[in-house]
Nanobody, 123 residues
Framework: QVQLVESGGGLVQAGGSLRLSCAAS????????MGWFRQAPGKERELVAT????????NYADSVKGRFTISRDNAKNTVYLQMNSLKPEDTAVYYC????????????????WGQGTQVTVSS
C-alpha cells in the first residue's frame, strides 16, 4: 500500500512558477514509477508527466513540454513537479499517482492516487 500526499498548490499569476511535491509513505517508493495528472473543471483527467522508478525515463504531455519538470528523490520518498511559465489553461487540480511501471500508468492507470492539490493561474 502506498499513500500519496500532494502539497504546493496555490494561486499564481500567469508567467509565474509553482513547485508541487508529493510525499509517499512506505518503504517501496523507489520501486514505483510516478506520474502527475491534472483535471480542469468540466474536462477529463489528463496525464502531465511520468518518471520511472529510478528517474532515468521521463515523459511529458506536449502541452507542458519545456515548462514543467518532473523529478524525484527516492531518499525522501518524494516526487516533484516544477511548473514554470504558467498559463491560465494550466489551472486544474493536480494529482500525484504511482504505478508499478510507467507504461502501466499510461495504459492501465495508476495503482495509487493522491488527494489532489489545486493550482489556479490568473491572467
Amino acid at each position: 500500500q502506498v499513500q500519496l500526499v500532494e502539497s504546493g498548490g496555490g494561486l499564481v499569476q500567469a508567467g509565474g512558477s509553482l513547485r508541487l511535491s508529493c510525499a509517499a509513505s512506505g518503504r517501496t517508493f523507489s520501486s514505483y514509477a510516478m506520474g502527475w495528472f491534472r483535471q480542469a473543471p468540466g474536462k477529463e483527467r489528463e496525464l502531465v508527466a511520468t518518471i520511472s522508478s529510478g528517474g532515468g525515463s521521463i515523459n511529458y504531455a506536449d502541452s507542458v513540454k519545456g515548462r514543467f519538470t518532473i523529478s524525484r528523490d527516492n531518499a525522501k520518498n518524494t516526487v516533484y513537479l516544477q511548473m514554470n511559465s504558467l498559463k491560465p489553461e494550466d489551472t486544474a487540480v493536480y494529482y500525484c499517482a504511482a504505478g508499478r511501471r510507467t507504461i502501466l500508468i499510461v495504459t492501465a492507470g495508476p495503482d495509487y492516487w493522491g488527494q489532489g492539490t489545486q493550482v489556479t493561474v490568473s491572467s
